[in-house]
């Protein structure tokens, strides 16, 4: 005899169904895992708002044979039911696992499903919100995307006693404002640059499949495809207006892409023994997601990243430096700590304008932005 199937938010085919089946889990989240996501730093992934009726405005007429492929594509769900666990969900020896990489592969889980429900709360709120039917069919879908990615990590996370409690989360956790085009901007970076991140680990894993310590990797495949197509719509909502792109705009594209690539860097080294396990090396991969991204990213920026400079390299590391000894010194606290701080914070603004100051790479934009997942 089967056991009663309880409903699961892979099968959830809107973000509300997706929703409250996980606030019917989250009785059995923990508080530590949330109190982890409830953090807002520079580096932590945060809640986002806008001015929807100015999201709601834009017209994808000009775009309409495009965005109906894309749309009609995200319509057929090719994802449905994919994400849960299954057969290939191997047995995770959590307690023979090196406590160190224990740790910090919890943290890499609690705020990857921060950031699927940053994106998840900000989608559902535009739908919610909107009245145009392109835009809200758009962001409900998207919506539905993130609430299963969000609710999958949840269950890995569930096996070692934590969960996020994402109810909690939408109440509770402070929102930030961005201008319509900063949301567009940072959006469909962290969209292709989430793309980039889980196919470079999915491929390196097909390869070396002896580094592949937890089974959530072999989703990762599908899971990126659902991210690339994410990152299509930002693209194509860019290109119903060419003023996104062009003139003074062109320094906020290139403040994000800078912030985007440096908050990576940094993050990732906070995590050598998660990068030890799966057998990559943190600077290589940093480089191999900002090529990838920055390939992408030419269908609808004008310029990319010289990632090759020899300033770039040498002051991401400055950057990861200075972010340590603030850490540090927060720790030491009293005046020492005051001072660590400020220095510190000097240093890693030092080592952003450095960055920032790079000569960038131009390059035509394609008219049809359009592109397909090809790494
Ligand atoms: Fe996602
Ligand atoms: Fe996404």
Redesign the pocket.
């Given at each position: 005899m089967n056991a009663p199937t309880r409903p699961h938010t892979a099968d959830a085919t809107t973000v509300e169904e997706g929703l409250a089946i996980q606030e019917e889990q989250a009785k059995f989240d923990s508080e530590a895992a949330t109190a982890v996501a409830m953090q807002n730093t520079l580096l932590t992934p945060r809640f986002y708002t806008t001015d929807f009726d100015e999201l709601d405005a834009i017209d994808v007429s000009s775009l309409r044979e495009t965005w109906d492929v894309l749309i009609d594509e995200m319509v057929s769900d090719p994802n449905k039911g994919h994400f849960r666990k299954n057969e290939d969900w191997d047995k995770v020896d959590w307690d023979g696992m090196d406590p160190e990489l224990k740790k910090e592969f919890i943290d890499f889980l609690i705020s990857s499903c921060t950031a699927e429900f940053s994106?998840c709360v900000l989608y559902k709120e535009m739908k919610r919100r909107g009245a145009n039917k392109d835009i809200t069919q758009l962001f409900q879908l998207?919506a539905r995307?993130?609430a299963r990615h969000a609710g999958f990590i949840n269950d890995a996370l569930r096996e070692v006693g934590v969960a996020v409690n994402l109810g909690f989360l939408t109440q509770k956790k402070k929102y930030t404002y961005f201008r319509p085009k900063f949301i567009y901007y940072a959006t469909y970076l962290s969209?292709k640059i989430?793309y980039a991140r889980y196919i470079t680990i999915f491929r390196h894993l097909e390869a070396h499949p002896e580094h592949r310590f937890h089974p959530i990797f072999k989703w990762f495949q599908e899971w990126c495809n659902?991210?690339f197509r994410?990152g299509e719509a930002f693209a194509l909502l860019m290109k119903t207006d060419p003023k996104l792109t062009k003139g003074g705009n062109e320094y906020w594209i290139k403040f994000f892409l800078t912030a985007v690539y440096g908050t990576m860097y940094v993050r990732d080294h906070q995590r050598p023994a998660f990068h030890e396990a799966l057998g990559v090396d943190t600077d290589w991969y940093g480089q191999e997601v900002f090529r990838k991204t920055s390939e992408i990213s030419k269908q609808i920026f004008p310029f990319t990243l010289d990632i090759d400079h020899p300033r770039w390299m040498k002051n991401l590391k400055r950057l990861e430096k200075a972010s340590r000894d603030i850490d540090a010194a927060k720790k030491a606290g009293g005046i020492g700590g005051f001072f660590g701080k400020t220095w510190g914070g000097m240093r890693a603004a030092a080592a952003f304008v450095s960055l920032y100051t790079i000569p960038a790479i131009r390059h035509e934009v394609p008219e049809d932005p359009r592109l397909e997942p090809s790494y």
């Open positions: 994106g998207m995307d993130e969209e989430g659902d991210e994410h």
